[in-house]
């Protein structure tokens, strides 16, 4: 037996959601049809919305519907401090370990010649201009400690050489080859502190 | 931080789905933004449509958006056989299990005085209709295992007495206080081979 075709398209909608296989699926399906039908439209309208309107910061790129999110638009961050991140998600993991109280900015991503992301894709002119601009001292390179994470890093820190700013990098508390975003709040705030400076050779 | 209103209103839009708590809420919303615009835009629209045109079965209730849902419109199923169910994610277990080539009545849930739902609201006036106009010769009352489940297909058993049917429940091989949905189909599949003469006492 299969459902209607809207209920079996319904379905197959939701697999675009991270870690839901068809049974996940189908049970989320079911759910709104059966008992969640207001909240069901409260999602499929926030999620239009949302896919329409929330873009990057124009400072920053991290994801926001304003020209410039609420962190950048904040007096009380230190703008000579600046942490690079992969994603917004690892931007909150930082924030929400606490201690850090300069400023960010999100590559959306990370180096991968053989997919096709260049300099480009992940910001870097935007980035190098931001320095230009403003007075950064120091450069968290808080990219994942993962090879392609650490590629990243190093071509920043060459290419950012000339505006003589320190770089540093989290320090390893943080486990290899895992991603920040899944980082207990207190291991990421220690490895933070513990930051080291980073050459770019 | 706390993201900017609308990604934060997106993250707590998912939290209607089941089983999804804060941080998996972050993860789809992070997810749709960042990698899935286009999946994210195709379960908003077919979100909302599902929700506007799936309704009920005129003679099973089952979930379709057509006015007979594609079982009860096919020649091959065998009218004499009708099997009672909370649930479509139950009669889809039951379909899949393979073997029962009769036709289904869902009644959305089960009687449940202390939260005010009664015969009406689970279905069994159109039921009791479906009974006295069909040939139905044996009803299978293959609602939860559960105290409810029990207490519905007596009710049900009762309320059709006057038509000459006999009833049967789901052999004991599905674990008492379990649901139907979770049962792996070779259990489901003996159990509703091995289906018992029910009797409303
Ligand atoms: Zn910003
Ligand atoms: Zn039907």
Do not use: W
Request: charged fraction near 20%.
């Amino acid at each position: 037996m299969r459902f209607s075709p809207l209920v079996e398209q319904l379905m197959d909608a939701f697999r675009v959601l991270p870690g839901v296989g068809p049974k996940t699926a189908q049970r989320m399906a079911m759910h709104v049809l059966e008992r969640e039908r207001e909240g069901g439209q409260r999602l499929s309208a926030t999620l239009a919305e949302a896919i329409e309107a929330v873009g990057y910061c124009q400072r920053c790129r991290t994801l926001t519907e304003a020209e410039l999110c609420a962190l950048c638009q904040s007096p009380r961050r230190d703008e000579t401090l600046l942490c690079v991140v992969e994603s917004p998600a690892d931007q909150l993991a930082i924030e929400e370990a606490g201690g850090f109280r300069g400023r960010y900015f999100v590559l959306h991503g990370h180096l991968s010649p053989i997919d096709g992301i260049g300099p480009e894709a992940i910001g870097l002119e935007q980035l190098e201009s931001l320095v230009a601009q403003a007075h950064v001292h120091e450069i968290v390179l808080a990219t994942n400690p993962t090879v392609e994470g650490e590629a990243t890093a190093h071509y920043i820190a060459t290419q950012l050489a000339a505006y003589g700013v320190t770089f540093s990098r989290l320090a390893y508390g943080v486990p290899m080859g895992g991603e920040l975003e899944y980082v207990d709040g207190g291991t990421l705030s220690r490895a933070f502190n513990g930051r080291l400076p980073f050459a770019s050779e």
